[in-house]
């Protein structure tokens, strides 16, 4: 009886727009998917990535990180 109503915001596919459909959450079909897992194995799609400093706070020069002579 007291049910609560969630209303969702239905999105769009993100690769061509049309409605989502269930089966292929969430894009709109099997096509939609493979193009997007396509993008990922690509490298179209990428993480940026932050260059960290070395343990003691400073980067390595160049040359300097295997030297061992």
Do not use: Q
Not at 18 to 34: E, G, L
């Amino acid at each position: 009886m007291n049910e609560i109503v969630r209303k969702t915001s239905i999105k769009p596919c993100p690769i061509c727009g049309k409605a989502m459909d269930v089966a292929f959450k969430p894009f709109c079909s099997k096509r939609c998917a493979d193009i997007d897992l396509n993008r990922w194995l690509t490298g179209v799609y990428a993480v940026p990535v932050k260059d960290d400093e070395d343990e003691d706070g400073t980067r390595p020069a160049d040359g300097d990180e295997g030297d061992k002579s």
